[in-house]
């Protein structure tokens, strides 16, 4: 950590786990114990039933907003701002929808899955921030456009990652001298490839989850 002149990271869910964010199946319960996430996180799902799918994200949205960062969010965040101020470079790839790494402190942030917190147009793809309280109608309208809705900016099951996180993504894993991973199963790609581009290019790398 000391020698390390860019740091890489990447975060996945156990990172929030002790904030309270529940896993994405972990939140079936109460009035959605009746639907497999599956059929809640696609394309398809959005075009068939927009108003169960958008009251869905908004329930996870609230519960993200009323979470507070943690103990590894903020090492992370204190671990950027102790590398930035050697001249050292930094770059957090996270594959968490719930921006506690930005609360924490965290700045060098690539998103690999989108965010909750906002939300997009389904015509214009323009994004907004919704306030901290429950949306005011499900499936909510596009401020941005008379036709358009507005849907949750992550990544469905069926759709690509962002090009441009992902290509970030790659260059730091392909630049770092050190590359941690901290939380995820690293089973899932194109995330669980990072780690071994960083080995392949000559990175130490740090795996860090109960497993």
Same mark, same amino acid.
């Given at each position: $950590? =000391?020698?390390? %002149?860019?740091?890489?990271?990447?975060?996945? *869910?156990?990172?929030? *786990?002790?904030?309270?964010?529940?896993?994405?199946?972990?939140?079936?319960?109460? $009035?959605?114990?009746?639907?497999?996430? /599956?059929?809640?996180?696609?394309?398809? /799902?959005? =075009?068939?039933?927009?108003?169960?799918?958008?009251?869905?994200?908004?329930?996870?949205?609230?519960?993200?907003?009323?979470?507070?960062?943690? =103990?590894?969010?903020?090492?992370?965040? !204190?671990?950027?701002?102790?590398? $930035?101020?050697?001249?050292?470079?930094?770059?957090?790839?996270?594959?968490?929808?719930? %921006?506690?790494?930005?609360?924490?402190?965290?700045?060098?942030?690539?998103?690999?899955?989108?965010?909750?917190?906002?939300?997009?147009?389904?015509?214009?793809?323009?994004?907004?921030?919704?306030?901290?309280?429950?949306?005011?109608?499900?499936?909510?309208?596009?401020?941005?456009?008379?036709?358009?809705?507005?849907?949750?900016?992550? #990544?469905?099951?069926?759709?690509?990652?962002?090009?441009?996180? #992902? !290509? *970030?993504?790659? !260059? /730091?894993?392909? =630049?770092?001298?050190?590359? &941690?991973?901290?939380?995820?199963?690293?089973? #899932?790609?194109?995330? *669980?490839?990072?780690? !071994? &581009?960083?080995?392949?290019?000559?990175?130490?790398?740090?795996?860090?989850?109960?497993?």
């Amino acid at each position: $950590l =000391a020698r390390a %002149r860019h740091i890489a990271v990447l975060t996945g *869910a156990g990172v929030s *786990a002790e904030s309270g964010i529940r896993t994405f199946r972990d939140t079936m319960e109460g $009035l959605w114990k009746e639907f497999d996430p /599956a059929t809640l996180a696609t394309p398809r /799902a959005f =075009a068939r039933d927009p108003g169960t799918v958008s009251r869905w994200y908004d329930h996870r949205r609230l519960g993200c907003l009323a979470a507070e960062p943690n =103990a590894a969010h903020n090492a992370l965040a !204190e671990l950027e701002r102790r590398t $930035l101020a050697r001249a050292g470079r930094f770059t957090l790839i996270t594959q968490n929808v719930d %921006r506690l790494h930005q609360r924490a402190g965290s700045r060098s942030i690539v998103e690999l899955h989108g965010s909750i917190i906002e939300w997009r147009c389904t015509i214009t793809g323009r994004r907004t921030t919704p306030p901290a309280k429950p949306l005011p109608a499900f499936p909510p309208p596009s401020p941005f456009h008379p036709e358009g809705l507005l849907r949750p900016d992550v #990544v469905w099951f069926g759709e690509m990652l962002p090009e441009s996180a #992902v !290509e *970030a993504a790659d !260059e /730091a894993a392909r =630049a770092c001298d050190l590359f &941690l991973s901290i939380g995820t199963s690293s089973v #899932v790609y194109p995330a *669980a490839g990072f780690i !071994e &581009l960083a080995h392949a290019h000559g990175a130490r790398v740090a795996e860090i989850n109960p497993d």
